[in-house]
């Protein structure tokens, strides 16, 4: 499999919280987003980020400590629609 690079991170996660479960297309239009990979490689990029949530969630995975980020209003917002749209909220 094909690395991503931060930036494409960075661009799948703000896709996933502009595209939801329902929209039409939806791996199309976040492969769109995130440049550079096929709607199948998101899709399975999301699954992969849906089990390491699980693990995390079920405690099989300590929680990395994260250096406290400064997030403004907007990253604040998307991160929100982000923890919706994968139903952890």
């Known amino acids: 499999m094909a690395s ?18 329902d929209t039409p297309d939806r791996w199309h239009n976040i492969a769109r987003s ?6 199948e490689e998101v899709r399975r990029h999301y699954e992969l980020l849906l089990k390491d949530i699980m693990q995390i969630k079920n ?11 400064q997030t403004n209003v907007r990253g604040y917002a998307n991160e929100q629609r982000l923890l919706k749209n994968l139903k952890l909220q």
Request: proline residues 9%.
């Open 34 to 39: 995130v440049g550079g990979k096929s709607a």
């Open 4 to 21: 991503w690079t931060t930036k494409q991170k960075k661009r799948f996660e703000e896709a996933l919280a502009l595209y939801d479960r």
């Open 59 to 69: 405690d099989q995975v300590p929680l990395p400590k994260y250096k406290p980020a």
